[in-house]
């Protein structure tokens, strides 16, 4: 992987977050490419979780950062979506009569995976439609086929084995990226797996909210880390679901931590970013919630210069 234009070859690691860490991610991909001038389509290796990897796959497919801002605020442009009907309702429709992934609690007492990934599989079978995340996919690459882009992985779990699988990555099964996108994004008890291959894959967040170990082994000098779960500097609410929703994210941010010192401890540089607590704010409890976008948008375009810089800074 060479330098480009000057620039050293990049990873970009986009995290799950769900409709809320999708906003997120678009601002500061806007103000990372104003801060450093760079194309941000240009990554060498581009990793995507759940909304990362819807995000992800539009920009392997060309969709440029400034046409997904457009979409997010609801203007017609390259990237084709309406974001208060396609992403689905404040709450997931009722969920089917079965478990998601009912094997991998025994899994998960026997150590062979991790107890968020074990208590996944005892969530209910989710049964949001899929069918306008298909249409967005395949309205940028067309359908059955994978972006020209030379190493997109989109990361998945495995309902059964509770392996991580990272659909693009070398010695994973082939996939139609409209597959892997909505495998990536298959939230427990809110979207149902998708079946690839003879096997059923979920949200890849249940294993690590930005998987940004996969890009060790890489030769890619920077990885651009953007984690819209993890929260180094939380804010302490005290009303229940906030504050569940901040133990959760405290368990995120421990796996990023790890991850990123990985990728230190082999010379990598890392540029990390999260919300701060103005975002989180703005986040709420429900990152599902699509009446919550507009103002975690307006409120991230705010954060994104410092937050940026710091991060740039903190390399």
């Given at each position: 992987?060479?330098?480009?234009?000057g620039?050293?070859?990049?990873?970009?690691?986009?995290?799950?977050?769900?409709?809320?860490?999708?906003?997120?991610?678009?601002a500061?991909?806007?103000?990372?490419?104003r801060?450093?001038?760079?194309?941000?389509?240009?990554?060498?290796?581009?990793?995507?979780?759940?909304?990362?990897?819807?995000?992800?796959?539009?920009?392997?497919?060309?969709?440029?950062?400034?046409?997904?801002?457009?979409?997010?605020?609801?203007?017609?442009?390259?990237?084709?979506?309406?974001?208060?009907?396609?992403?689905?309702?404040?709450?997931?429709?009722?969920?089917?009569?079965?478990?998601?992934?009912?094997?991998?609690?025994?899994?998960?007492?026997?150590?062979?995976?991790?107890?968020?990934?074990?208590?996944?599989?005892?969530?209910?079978?989710?049964?949001?439609?899929?069918?306008?995340?298909?249409?967005?996919?395949?309205?940028?690459?067309?359908?059955?086929?994978?972006?020209d882009?030379?190493a997109?992985?989109?990361?998945?779990?495995d309902?059964?084995?509770?392996?991580?699988?990272a659909?693009?990555?070398?010695?994973?099964?082939?996939a139609?990226m409209n597959?892997?996108?909505?495998?990536?994004?298959?939230?427990?008890?809110?979207?149902?797996?998708?079946?690839?291959?003879?096997?059923?894959?979920?949200?890849?967040?249940?294993?690590?909210?930005?998987?940004?170990?996969?890009?060790?082994?890489?030769?890619?000098?920077?990885?651009?880390?953007?984690?819209?779960?993890?929260a180094?500097?939380?804010?302490?609410?005290?009303?229940?679901?906030?504050?569940?929703?901040?133990?959760?994210?405290?368990?995120?941010?421990?796996?990023?931590?790890?991850?990123?010192?990985?990728?230190?401890?082999?010379?990598?540089?890392?540029?990390?970013l999260?919300?701060?607590?103005?975002?989180?704010?703005?986040?709420g409890?429900?990152?599902?919630?699509?009446?919550?976008?507009?103002?975690?948008?307006?409120?991230?375009?705010?954060?994104?210069?410092?937050?940026?810089?710091?991060?740039?800074?903190?390399?």
């Open positions: 992987m060479s330098r480009q234009n620039s050293p070859a990049r990873a970009l690691v986009l995290g799950c977050g769900g409709v809320a860490g999708g906003a997120w991610s678009i500061m991909l806007a103000e990372l490419e801060q450093l001038g760079w194309d941000v389509r240009n990554a060498s290796v581009l990793v995507g979780t759940s909304a990362g990897a819807v995000v992800a796959a539009l920009l392997a497919a060309g969709v440029g950062v400034k046409a997904l801002t457009a979409c997010q605020q609801g203007q017609v442009g390259q990237c084709q979506w309406q974001h208060d009907r396609d992403s689905g309702g404040a709450l997931p429709p009722w969920p089917a009569a079965r478990f998601t992934g009912s094997g991998l609690l025994g899994r998960g007492l026997r150590g062979e995976v991790s107890p968020l990934t074990a208590f996944c599989g005892l969530l209910p079978l989710g049964r949001l439609d899929m069918a306008p995340f298909r249409r967005l996919i395949d309205g940028a690459i067309p359908a059955g086929q994978w972006p882009h030379p997109t992985w989109l990361v998945t779990v309902t059964d084995s509770g392996e991580r699988v659909f693009g990555h070398p010695g994973a099964p082939a139609a597959d892997a996108v909505c495998a990536s994004y298959a939230v427990p008890a809110w979207c149902p797996p998708v079946s690839i291959q003879g096997r059923r894959y979920m949200d890849g967040g249940v294993a690590s909210p930005t998987s940004a170990d996969l890009v060790v082994d890489t030769a890619v000098d920077e990885v651009v880390i953007l984690a819209p779960m993890a180094r500097q939380p804010d302490h609410p005290r009303a229940p679901l906030p504050w569940i929703e901040r133990r959760v994210r405290r368990y995120m941010t421990a796996i990023v931590d790890r991850e990123e010192a990985l990728l230190r401890a082999v010379g990598k540089r890392v540029i990390r999260e919300p701060g607590g103005a975002d989180l704010t703005a986040f409890y429900n990152l599902m919630d699509p009446g919550r976008r507009r103002r975690v948008l307006a409120q991230a375009r705010l954060s994104a210069p410092a937050l940026v810089a710091r991060a740039i800074a903190d390399a």
